[in-house]
């Protein structure tokens, strides 16, 4: 635990504490709006189209080869 000598050491932790807490809050958002638009029906679509278009050339090029 910290000593203090003055209230002011006490308010300037205290602001940057609060700031802190802000920029937190702040990223957390962040994280919850980014993890909401990868939830969205057009994101999973697009990633099993992504997959499937992978795996479709796989397919063709096995073929190909045989």
């Known amino acids: 635990m910290r000593a203090y000598e003055s209230f002011e050491q ?4 205290l602001k940057r504490l609060s700031l802190e807490k802000q920029i937190g809050l702040e990223e957390l958002k962040l994280v ?4 909401q ?7 999973i679509l697009a990633s ?5 278009s ?7 090029l ?3 080869f045989r």
Not at 32 to 35: A, C, E, G
Not at 37 to 43: A, E, G, N, V, Y
Not at 54 to 60: D, E, M, N, R, S
């Open 10 to 13: 006490i308010e300037t932790d």
């Open 32 to 35: 919850k709006s980014d993890f």
């Open 37 to 43: 638009d990868s939830l969205k029906p057009l994101s």
């Open 48 to 52: 099993v189209a992504k997959f499937a």
């Open 54 to 60: 992978k795996y479709g050339v796989l397919v063709l």
């Open 62 to 64: 096995k073929k190909m």
